[in-house]
C-alpha cells in the first residue's frame, strides 16, 4: 500500500527502504532535501514542501512521523489543515504517551485518526526488521497491517514461546502488537526502553567489577581516609574482556543483543577509548519511572539505571559537594585526590 | 576421554549425559544409588562409594564435582587420600572463589591439581550447551579440553563477534574460556550471576509496570494518608502481557534468552499464579556485590537487583516497622491497610 | 491579627491553639460541626458554612486552608465567588507546587492573592512550633508576617549557624522563609519530605541490621537453593535497641529529631509489635523523584525509601513472580519458603 | 584513674584532653615526637617509645589505641610482648569487628583483655563528648566505667527518651553503652556509620534538587537525543541554600546535628566551592554493606549513599563507557557534551 514518511533521519530512512523492499509505494518529505533526495534515488516520490507531500497522497492518507519527540506537535499542526476526513497520521517516534492520549481526542474531532507506533530495533531495524508496539482504535490499526508486516522481522525470524497455543494470525509472532488505545503502543515502548536501560546498565556494573578485578596488583597506603583492601590476593586477575564477553555469548543465562552488540564494540576497542563516559538519555527512562511511581510500583533497578546516565553527567557534583563538607565539618576530613 | 563426575543431581546428571553423546567415559558417583542407576543405564561406569569410583579411574584422574557450594569442601576432604600426584580435582559447583583459591593453594602442595569451572546454561545445557568459565594452570586446563569442548556449546552455535579477528583455535568461539588462575573462573561466572540477577530484576520491574497500568480504572478515595493518582486516564490500559513478551522476541533491543523463558512462562500461567513471589538467591549475587564494594565499582543496579529478592522474603519487615512508628511519631499518622 | 482557618484536623486545630496563644484572633470553619465546637471553646469565632465564615472576616481577609491535598481546589472553588479584591487564600497543606503555580495565576486575575505555605513539625508543632517555607508575592507575604511569626519556633529556638552573619531581622532564624514566587514553599517542602524519607530509612535499614545481628545462632542446613553464611560466628550479638538508640542519642554523629522520635518508640514498644510494617506514602516523596527526573539530579537514596514503602505494600509481588517464574524456567529452582 | 593512649591524632589528642579535664592521668604516646610534646604541655605524662610508654603505666595496665584501622595490629603486636596478666587493651580506632572477635580470642590467650570502642563525635567531642559504643567482656568494661563516664557526654547533655524507665545508672543515658561480646562495639558503630552514610546523602541529593531548580530559565534546543524538560515553567527557582538551611533547623521534621553542620558550612561558603566533590570513604560504609548481606537484610538506602561515593571517584567510568558503545551499536547514538 502507500505510506508517507516525514522525518528522514537515520531511522524514517531505513523503515522507507524496509517498505519498498516490501513492495510498498512510499512518499517522502524532510526540512533536509539531499535527505529526501537520497531516497528519491532508491524509488521513494519525494516532495519539497508539506503541501506537495500531501498532494502526492491518495485519501485515506496514511502519513507516518518519525521525528524528534520535541517537534512532533509543531508538524502535526501543519499537517492536520492539509489532511481530510479518515486521513491516519502514524507518530513513530519516540512521543510521551500522555501526548498520544492527547493527540488521539483531539484530532478525532477533525476526523483525522492517531495512531502512536513505539519502534524498537535501531540502526538494525533495516535488516533485522523493527518491533512495532501500536496504540489506537483497533479498525484503524488493522487497515495499516500491511505496512506493520514490511516493517516487523516476520514470524520466522523467532519460534513461538514454549507454551504458546499456534496462532498463525497473531501478530505479536509477527512482531507488531496492536497493545490498546491511544498512548498503549508508546506506553509499551516506553516500559521497553526502561527495561533496556536496566539491562544496559546490569552488563556495564558486571563489565566494570571483571575490569577492575586486578586492584590488588597495586600498592596501596594506609590511611585514616581511605578503606584498605583487606585481601589484595583476591584481586590478581586480568581478564580478557573481549574473550569473556565472546565465551558469555554460548549457552550462558545472560546472552542476549545487548551482549552481542557489547561484545562488538570491545571487540573494536577493548579498552573503549574513544567514548567519554557520559551517557545521553532520552525520555522513556524517565517517564518508565514517573509512571512507576504512579502506579506505586517499585522499580529500584530501573531508577538506578537511569540515575547512572545522570551522574555520568556529573549532575551528582553538588550533592558530592555537600558530601565533602559535611566530612570536613564532623572530621576536619579533607578529601584525597580521585583514585 | 574419561571423566568422573561426582553430583549427580540435575546438572550433574545432564552434564554426564552430554559427555557421554560426546563419546566421553564416564565413571559417577552419588550418595543416593538411584541417582547412579539412572547414568548406568544410560551408559556410565557406576560405583556405590568414592573408594569404588576413584578405583575405576585412570590415572592421571580426572574428578569433576557437581555439588552444593556448602558441602564441597567435605567431599574434598574425603577424595584427597585416595587420589595421586598429577591427577585433577574441578569444581564445577557455584563456589565462593576465595575458597577456589585457597584449594589450588593447599592441593597443589599434594601434588593434586584444581581447576574452577563455572557453568551456566541451568536445565538446558543438556541440549544447548553449557557456557564454561575455568580456572587454574594454564597446562592443566588444557588437558581438559576434550571435556570442555563437549560440554561447551560449539563454534557453529553463533557467530562470531563482529571486529572479533578469525581464530578457529579460539575456545572462547566453541563456548568455554580458560580465564585465568585459580578461582578465576567462579570470578567470571559470579559476576555473570550478578549480571543475571540485573537483568531478571529489569524485566520483572518493566512487566510489574505494564501489570498495574489499569489502575486508573479503580476509584480512589481522597484522604490525607495516601498519595491521589493526578490523572486516572493515563492508566487506564489492559496489556496482554503474553504478546507484549512475544513481539519484544522480534527485533526488539531487549531480546535475550531470559525474555524467552520468561515469555514461556508467561504463556504456561499469565498470572504466574504458582509462584509466590518469594525469590530465593544462591550466594553469587551476594558475592557480586562484595567484590564490587572490595573494588570500589558502583553496582546500584546489582545490587538493587539482590535486595529486591531480600524484601520478597519479608526481610525488610522489621525496618518497615521502624518507619511506621516514627510516621506514627510525629505525625499522628495510622498506616492504611495493603492496597 | 485576624485569620481564618478552614481544616481543623489535627494539624488545622493545634494551628489555631497556637496562633490564639500569640494573640491572633482566629475564624474557624471545618465541615465537622464538633471540629468547629472544639475550637469555639478554646476561643475562636466558629462558623456553621463557609459563607458564614467569610462573613466574620474583615477585609482584606487572610483564608488558611489545611486540607487533604485532594480537595483543596474544590474548597478554593467554593471560595473564590465569596472573597473580594485584595483577599488572601494560604494554603498550608501539601499541595503538589504545580497546582500552587497554576492557582497563583487563577486567582490573582480575579483579584485574589495565593500563598502557598509548606508546614513541618507534625503534631509537635503546638509545642515547638512549625517550620514554614513560603511562596508568593514578596508584599503579601510580608503582610502576613504576625501569623508566621507565631507559628513559627521563633528565634530563641535555635542559635543561628555557624558562620552566619548576624541579622535579628532574618526570618529564617525565626523559622519562617519566603523561599520565592507561588509553589516554591511547598517545592521546599516536598524536597524537605524526600529527604525525610531517606533519612528515615537510613535509620530503619541501619536499625533493622541490628535487629539480625545473632542469624548466626540458627542452624542452617547446606542446600544448593540458598546462600550459606559463611562465617556464623561473626552474627551472635543481641543487641538491646532502645539502649543503641538512647546512646546514639548522645554525642554521635547521628542524633536527631527523628532519632529521639525512633527510640521513643522502641522504648514504648522493643518489637514494635503495633505495626504492620506496611507504609504509606502521601505525595511529597513521588513529586520529590519526579521533580529530580525532570532536573536530571541523581536520587538513589531518595527514591529507594520510596520504593522501599511501596515494596511493604507489597506492591513488587508480580515482579517477585516474574523472577521466581525465570528462575524455574532456566534452572528449575523451586523457591524455598520464607526465612 | 590512669589511661595509656597510643595515636595523638586529632581523635586521640582531643580524647586525651577531655580525660585530663575530667581528672585521669594520661600517658601518651605517638610515632611523631610533636605530638607527644603537644600534649605534655597540656599535662600528660609522654614517652618516647613504646617500651617507655608501657613502663609508665601501673598494673593492670589500660592502654587506648586510636590508629587508622590498617595499622592497628602491628602495634598490637609490638605492644603484647611488653604487656602482663589482666593488661587491658583498648582500639577506639575504626577497626572492623571481624579483626576485634580475632584479636579478643588471640590476646585472652595470652592473659590480656581487650576491649573494641565505637566512638562517635570527630572533632567537637572535645566539647560535645563523645558517644561510645563498647564490646567485650563485661567486668573489664565496667572496670574502664570512669573512662569511657569522662569521654561520653554525659546524661544532663540530652534528656531521656520518652517512655523509658528513669534510670540513674543506665550508661546509655550517659552517653556510653556496653553492646556486647567482642566486636559488638565495632558492630554498632560501624551501623551508626552505615546510618549516616545514607543520612548525609538523603540531605545532599535534596540540596541538589533544590541547586537546580532554576534549569528552566535555561534555554534548550530540541533534538532526538537528550530528553526534552516538558514544563520549564516549572522549574524557575533560585532557591537560598544558606536560608533554606537555616530555616529546617527550627522546627522541622528533618532537624539533625548533620544538617547543622550542613548549614554552617553552606554560611562559609554557599556554592561549596572549597570542595571537589571527590568523596572518600573509610571502611564502615562498606562493612556494613557486607553485613547487610550476610544476614540478608535490604539496604538500598545505605548502598546508596555508598555507591554515590564510588561514583564521585569516576569509579563508573568503565560502565558508562560501556553504555556509550552499547547505545552506539543499537542506535549510532554519539554522546552529547555534558550539560
Known sequence: ???????????????????MRGGHECVVYDTKPESVADLVEKGAAGSASLEEFVSKLSRPRAVWLM????????????????????DIIIDGGNSYYHDD????????????????VGTSGGVFG????YCLMIGGEKGIVQSLSPIFAS???GAGSTPPSANRKPDPNSTAEQGYLHCGAHGAGHFVKMVHNGIEYGLMAAYAEGLNILKRANIGAAAHEADAETAPLSHPEHYRYDFN???????WRRGSVITSWLLDLTSDALHADPALMKFAGRVSDSGEGRWTIMAA??????TPVLSAALYGRFSSRDND???????????????????????
Open 151 to 153: 516493517l516487523a522481522p
Open 126 to 129: 533495516l535488516e533485522r526488521g
Open 241 to 247: 574482556l573481549q574473550d569473556v564477553a565472546e565465551v
Open 101 to 116: 492520549i492527547r493527540r488521539g481526542a483531539e484530532l478525532i474531532t477533525k476526523g483525522i485518526h492517531y495512531v502512536d
Open 1 to 19: 500500500m502507500q505510506l508517507g514518511m516525514v522525518g528522514l533521519g537515520r531511522m524514517g530512512n531505513y523503515m522507507v527502504q524496509r517498505l
Open 293 to 298: 511511581i504512579d502506579e506505586s510500583v517499585p
Open 317 to 339: 557534583e553538588f550533592a558530592n559537594k555537600v558530601l565533602s563538607a559535611m566530612r570536613a565539618g564532623f572530621g576536619g576530613h579533607l578529601e584525597k585526590p580521585k583514585t
Open 67 to 86: 521525528l524528534p519527540a520535541a517537534i512532533t506537535d509543531k508538524v502535526i499542526a501543519q499537517l492536520v489543515p492539509l489532511l481530510h476526513d479518515d
